[in-house]
């Protein structure tokens, strides 16, 4: 009768046993590809990162991490553009059309300056209402994240 009830239990817990590993990998989000590494804090980047930026400068396109860092990248370069991650879609858009929640209860992890991008206001406002957080056009949004990550370099 033991060995019954043990052989039982073995089977019963063998999925778990089997699966464990592809069931983790299934909570794990899809970033995509990795793209390369933040020239300013050293985090890796990849093409589906909710606060990711792609920053046109000449014949080079640098990637961030989110508009922080980016800050730092555009620093006395001739930009030709400045993409960000839609949060709705994942595709870039425009980051000077785009709008920003900044300090939803969300958080991005490792951002100096957690914020998401929205292709349109609309959809920044709805954000906003079910996490919270502030709505910014992109202006105001690159001066905050200049402000902050200039307040850091001071204090370092």
Known sequence: MKPKILTLIILSLLPFLVFSQTSADLLKPDLGRKLGVCSVCGME???KMMTRVEISVDDTVYHA???GCATAIMEGKN???IKVIDFKTFKLVDAKKSWFVVGSVISPVRAMLPEF?????NEADEFSKIYGGRVLDYQTMFDLAKKIREER???N
């Open 45 to 47: 980047v990849f093409e």
């Open 65 to 67: 991490c989110g508009i």
């Open 79 to 81: 930009v030709k553009g």
């Open 117 to 121: 991008s929205f292709k349109n206001k």
């Open 153 to 155: 370099k001071k204090r």
